[in-house]
């Protein structure tokens, strides 16, 4: 399907928009929901500090990417193809970040102390491959969202242990399917709009994946 | 046939019983007598049992006081209101049984009496802060460790909405804020409640004018940004 801008392609999302899980956060329909104003109690201190890392490194990945974009945007706004490209996908993240935000006190997580790192080091990423042009920026875009888009995949495996009985578990779930999903959608944006065509891709994505794999295993910790 | 009491069990009765036996062996071991009729003990836990159920020497007095500030962290939650400071008001009270031995005490003249029983609480804190080895000579880990949980649950129970690193700037204020309250309480508890609110007014008073110089500065940002732009440089 081709957009009304020439030469990007996007492809449909097959999700009825009514019905995103994040909708629960964004857009409340219950006060005091116990699914997003609670937390589970009756887990055991291993599952709580595996939810704590957890949710603590989905919110730096969401605060990294919100800078990525920004980064990318600095310097390929202004571009009439690929900025409201990079625009629309930003918007999407910040969606994210505001869900994450309330996940992070809702189950009175520790946010990790490294989130300065996070965002100095996204808008330096994002601007840095933008420089290099909009293929690298696109290059970039797929090498973080093929990690993230992992790490979420590894995280809902890691959550088939949490008791479903308190209703914040199933929500959280069907939260990150949906943020995995949406990940993976940029990652085909990225492709598609030659991602693949950018300078060294191949160094370019194992140098930001593997950089992305480290920040993953410092914000578990701080 | 009733099931013997758990550890956890009597470690909560034994809390109950600090403000009248103190942080004491004496106390664990009397928590038996105070189990529901049907489980009650005729006779304290003997020390074996006291050290078998609890840890040996100080290990058990240890375990009495984490149990005991763990009790302080539950009791916040039934504060008369969630603001932040009923909620420290709270948890200074939850002191207060533990120290009422002490008549208004001024700081220059201690009866013999208060000072034993002021030690009790002191040294409640002071055996948390030895450490099991030699080094390092003073661990300060446990004193953080309680101001922080205080603070976290403080600000939880008060609906705080800080995210990200503010999280941990807000945190930090009142832990800080806290400690200072109970050091004080230690020397002066009449006065503990209104030095308390002093801090938090000071605190919010500093807060508010940190948020209106960031909003100044923000301000002049925006307009030297506009001047760069009108002469073209941005």
């Known amino acids: 399907m081709l957009s009304s801008f020439t030469g990007i392609q996007r492809f449909p999302r097959c999700i009825n928009r009514r019905l995103l899980a994040s909708f629960a956060y964004t857009k409340p329909s219950l006060a005091n929901d116990p699914a997003t104003h609670s937390t589970p109690l009756d887990i055991t201190d291993e599952q709580r500090a595996a939810l704590d890392s957890a949710l603590r490194v989905d919110q730096a990945g969401e605060v990294a990417a919100n800078w990525i974009y920004y980064g990318q945007h600095f310097i390929l706004g202004k571009q009439p193809v690929t900025g409201p490209l990079i625009q629309e996908m930003w918007e999407q993240e910040k969606k994210h970040l505001a869900v994450m935000d309330k996940m992070q006190l809702q189950h009175r997580v520790r946010p990790t102390i490294l989130m300065d790192f996070a965002k100095i080091g996204g808008f330096g990423l994002g601007a840095a491959t933008a420089l290099m042009g909009k293929e690298a920026a696109m290059a970039c875009t797929e090498a973080v969202e093929t990690v993230i888009g992992e790490h979420y995949d590894d995280q809902l495996k890691e959550m088939e242990s949490l008791p479903s009985a308190h209703p914040s578990v199933p929500l959280l779930k069907e939260v990150v399917k949906e943020f995995r999903d949406d990940e993976l959608e940029h990652l085909d944006i990225a492709v598609v709009n030659h991602a693949q065509r950018a300078p060294g891709h191949a160094l370019l994505s194992t140098v930001i994946g593997a950089g992305c794999k480290v920040a993953i295993e410092l914000c578990k910790r701080f | ?234």
């Open chain 2, 1 to 234: 046939m009733a099931l013997s009491p758990s550890r956890s069990q009597l470690l909560k009765i034994a809390t109950s019983l600090v403000p009248t036996y103190g942080f004491t062996r004496e106390t664990l071991s009397r928590s038996v007598l105070e189990l529901p009729k049907d489980k009650a003990h005729s006779e304290p836990l003997s020390e074996n049992a006291v050290s078998s159920l609890f840890g040996s020497r100080d290990y058990a007095k240890k375990t009495l006081i984490e149990a005991w500030l763990s009790e302080g962290i539950t009791q916040m939650a039934s504060a008369p209101s969630p603001s932040l400071g009923h909620v420290l008001h709270a948890r200074l009270s939850y002191n207060e049984p533990v120290l009422h031995y002490l008549p208004e005490v001024s700081c220059s003249s201690y009866k013999s009496d208060s000072v034993a029983e002021m030690k009790n609480i002191l040294q409640a804190f002071a055996l948390l802060a030895s450490p099991e080895r030699a080094l390092p000579p003073l661990d300060p880990r446990p004193a953080l460790k309680h101001v922080s949980r205080i603070a976290d649950e403080a600000s939880y129970i008060s609906g705080d909405d800080s995210a990200q690193l503010s999280w941990y700037t807000r945190r930090a204020s009142l832990a800080t804020i806290y400690s200072a309250a109970e050091l004080h309480q230690f020397t002066s508890p009449g006065t503990a409640h209104a030095f308390l609110d002093s801090l938090l007014t000071g605190s919010s008073a500093l807060k508010q004018s940190v948020d209106e110089v960031q909003l100044f500065s923000s301000y002049v940002l925006q307009s030297w940004k506009g001047i760069l732009r009108s002469k073209g440089i941005l």
